[in-house]
């Protein structure tokens, strides 16, 4: 990892965290995670599996130190990890090579944005037996949803920027 995409990425990270500490829980302490979108985007800018992993690490243990899901640390770590990796293959194997980038980060985010609001709440009702008021459905219909489409339009903009970024920068 270089020093600037070490630093671009922190920089994201931090704007993530922040974004995933002031937005308050809606359903049950379920809240929308932007700290995807931030995570997406450095792994646009590094796009190498070592990278993705230390990223995704990262972002794991930030998500699990804001959640307000209750017990939702581990879940945390465990939907960053799987989506950073899925998010990294389907960028290389499908987005990579579309020429419309905008509806590649769109709909790339979209799908990750649903896997990790999936395999946060399968791994907090299934396997930390954490009990979901309504089940998963209700969550991923209420919360996750919604946030997919919203992180979708947001990493747009994200990625947007950090082309931008280093279009200019030295």
């Known amino acids: 990892m270089k020093t600037k995409n070490l630093v671009q990425a922190s920089i994201l990270l931090a704007i993530g965290a922040v974004l995933h500490l002031v937005v308050p829980g809606i359903i049950n302490g379920m809240k929308p995670d932007f700290l995807l979108v931030t995570m997406f985007c450095a792994i646009i800018m590094n796009d190498d599996f070592k990278s993705t992993l230390i990223i995704g690490m990262a972002t794991g243990l930030i998500a699990a130190a804001t959640t307000t899901f209750p017990s939702g640390q581990i879940p945390s770590i465990f939907d960053k990890l799987i989506s950073a990796f899925t998010f990294l293959s389907l960028y290389r194997l499908v987005f990579k090579n579309i020429k419309n980038k905008k ?52 990493g747009i903009i994200v990625e947007k920027i950090i082309f931008i970024y280093n279009k200019v920068s030295i």
């Open 103 to 154: 509806f590649a980060m769109f709909i790339n985010t979209f799908i990750n944005t649903f896997i990790s609001g999936f395999v946060f709440l399968f791994s907090a009702s299934q396997l930390f037996g954490i009990n979901i008021p309504g089940g998963i459905s209700v969550l991923l219909l209420s919360v996750v949803l919604p946030t997919c489409f919203f992180n979708g339009a947001f």
